[in-house]
């Protein structure tokens, strides 16, 4: 799921990806994950304004899985 206000949005790739790609367009105000294998979007925020706040990725895996960062 993603972490959407008011309410956390679900995300359902259609499949489980082995890599996931982070983009950021701060000037833009686009955050989207994206599937590395398949260059599918796995989910893409609506347009956000940053306002010089600094962003902090933020990561949850289920119970069993593992993450690598590189």
């Known amino acids: 799921q993603a972490l ?3 309410s ?7 499949m489980v990806p082995r ?8 000037a833009g105000g686009q955050v989207m994950f994206v599937n590395v294998d398949s260059e599918a979007v796995i989910f893409s925020f609506p347009r956000a304004v940053f306002a ?15 993450l690598k960062l590189s």
Do not use: A, M, N
Request: aromatic letters at 12%; charged letters at 20%; proline letters at 15%.
């Open 52 to 66: 010089g706040e600094r962003i902090y990725p933020w990561f949850w895996v289920g119970k069993g899985s593992q």
């Open 8 to 14: 956390p949005t679900p995300v359902l790739p259609s």
């Open 19 to 26: 890599r996931v790609r982070v983009c950021l367009d701060h």
């Open 4 to 6: 959407t206000s008011p």
